[in-house]
């Protein structure tokens, strides 16, 4: 059983997001969207480490993820935090489809 320390990274990068979009603006709706994704990733994560090939819960998170982030970035055209999830999203989504392939 190999533990998923990717997926589990990505869930407290989400959650730091969501926690520093709090601080810093005082966003209510960073800290929940945070916390909500950031427990479907590790729970995904946790999925995954316990079966490889059950990546639907991840791949949902980080998709779904991807396409709010992302729009926000093209809307706002701000890298923090809007484009650097989305780009971790992207490549989380890139790796979960890489791994249902090998």
């Known amino acids: 059983m190999a533990i998923d320390w990717i997926g589990y990274g990505y ?3 989400i ?4 926690y520093m979009g709090y601080k810093r603006k ?15 990733s590790a729970y995904g994560a946790y999925n995954i480490s316990n079966k490889p090939t059950d990546i639907k ?8 993820l991807a396409v709010v982030m992302g729009t926000r970035y093209k809307k ?3 890298l923090v935090p809007a484009g ?5 999203s992207l490549l989380m989504v890139f790796r979960l489809l ?4 090998v």
Not at 15 to 18: A, I, M, P, Q
Not at 57 to 64: P, Q, R
């Open 11 to 13: 869930a407290v990068a």
């Open 26 to 40: 005082g966003s209510v709706m960073s800290l929940m969207a945070g916390l909500v994704f950031s427990g479907l």
């Open 76 to 78: 706002s055209g701000k």
């Open 84 to 88: 650097i999830m989305t780009v971790l």
């Open 57 to 64: 819960v991840s791949l949902f998170a980080s998709g779904l």
């Open 15 to 18: 959650l730091l997001g969501g």
């Open 98 to 101: 890489l791994q249902m392939v």
